[in-house]
């Protein structure tokens, strides 16, 4: 059998995930720098509290849309952009590195356009029912919503597989349940706001988005159910 020295042992990372992971490391290394006067003069240092304020979503922009029916095209744009902006580098780096985990196996299934629909299409939803429950002026940051709706992505196609081996499918939803767990521990002993309602609806999203942007989608999980 013959084999190509020149082929990767590992598979390369998609480009869109390293797309994504570099405008999250370059906005906030713009922040860091900024806030360290090492450039855009004095008032870089308030950089990232502005970017809070003009490019993230709160419950009071969420209440504020539905009640006067009104959806402005500058507040709709923060439920993209907010993902990018983080409390500090530590915040952006683990969320980088969920990122590009997850996103690597469900890269490897889902088609390119499928994984920025989960992403973002987990942002949004995560945003509006974080405004939903929580109607206050606290902004929303950070890519945790779009990071858990890859979470999702990665259960659905882990139930997949296990109702197609006749395993327990359940197991697929052991990370999400470890995850909010420690979330509550890390709530308990250090305090934590309401950011896991954003970060539950997410996952909720980008599993159910599976069903449709996923290769086979709704049929392929439906034969492999009836299958057992």
């Known amino acids: 059998m013959s084999s190509n020295p020149n082929v990767s042992p590992v598979n390369p990372l998609p ?14 290394l713009t922040f860091n720098l900024g806030a360290r006067g090492l450039i855009g003069g004095p008032q870089a240092v308030g950089w990232r509290v502005a970017a ?57 299934v889902f088609r390119w356009w499928a994984l920025l629909l989960v992403f973002f299409g987990s942002a949004i939803i995560g945003a509006v029912v974080y405004g939903l429950f929580i109607g206050t002026s606290v902004r929303l940051i950070g890519a945790y919503p779009a990071v858990y709706g890859l979470i999702g992505a990665f259960t659905f196609l882990l139930w997949v597989d296990l109702a197609a081996h006749g395993a327990n499918e359940y197991r697929a939803f052991t990370l ?18 309401p950011d896991w309602i954003a970060d539950l609806a997410g996952f909720v999203t980008g599993f159910g988005l599976s069903f449709v942007v996923s290769p086979g989608g709704w049929s392929r999980a439906l034969a492999q159910l009836r299958r057992r």
């Open 52 to 108: 809070m304020r003009d490019y993230a979503p709160s419950g009071d922009l969420v209440n504020w849309m539905i009640e006067v029916w009104r959806f402005p095209p500058e507040i709709l744009l923060r439920f993209l952009t907010y993902p990018f902006i983080h409390v500090n580098f530590t915040h952006m780096i683990f969320a980088c590195v969920l990122l590009l985990a997850l996103g690597k196996f469900v890269g490897e």
């Open 15 to 28: 480009p869109v995930v390293v797309a994504l992971a570099l405008v999250m490391f370059v906005v906030e």
């Open 176 to 193: 999400i349940g470890f995850l909010l767990f420690i979330q509550l521990i890390f709530g308990v002993f250090f305090g934590g706001g």
